[in-house]
């Protein structure tokens, strides 16, 4: 297992988690992108982080709440989530690209790719937010 999430659980509407993704893989640069599928949708790219430099990109319906960060000594991502509501009851799951050339792949892109693209992903946290 190449990623592995943790800190889902549940909370009331209003409340805040940290969710991380811990990568095993050793790699120089790749983008790690958080996505959240609910019961009956489509999952959804949320937000995204370059390993090396830190550019991130977020989806509109999370801006502004949600923050994607890194610890690169521990090759872990984290996405804090504030103000949750309960349509924000999902399973969290990340996912690796590993940048195998020069440049940097379209990283809003990345938040809309089939899952095939992505070289590593997780198992997933659950988040159940109550109202």
């Known amino acids: 297992v190449q990623l592995v999430e943790s800190g889902g659980g549940p909370v009331q509407a209003g409340g805040s988690l940290r969710l991380s993704c811990a990568a095993a893989f050793h790699f120089d640069r790749y983008a790690t992108v958080w996505f959240r599928q609910a019961p009956g949708k489509e999952r959804e790219g949320i937000a995204v982080i370059v390993s090396d430099d830190g550019t991130t990109v977020y989806a509109d319906s999370v801006k502004g709440r949600f923050t994607i960060s890194q610890d690169r000594a521990k090759r872990t991502v984290f996405l804090q989530l504030n103000n949750l509501k309960p349509e924000d009851t999902a399973l969290y799951s990340c996912?690796?690209?590993?940048?195998?050339?020069?440049?940097?792949?379209?990283?809003?892109?990345?938040?809309?790719?089939?899952?095939?693209?992505?070289?590593?992903w997780g198992q997933g946290t659950q988040v159940i937010v109550s109202s």
């Open positions: 996912a690796a690209l590993l940048f195998l050339g020069d440049g940097t792949p379209d990283l809003r892109h990345l938040l809309s790719s089939h899952p095939a693209e992505f070289d590593y």
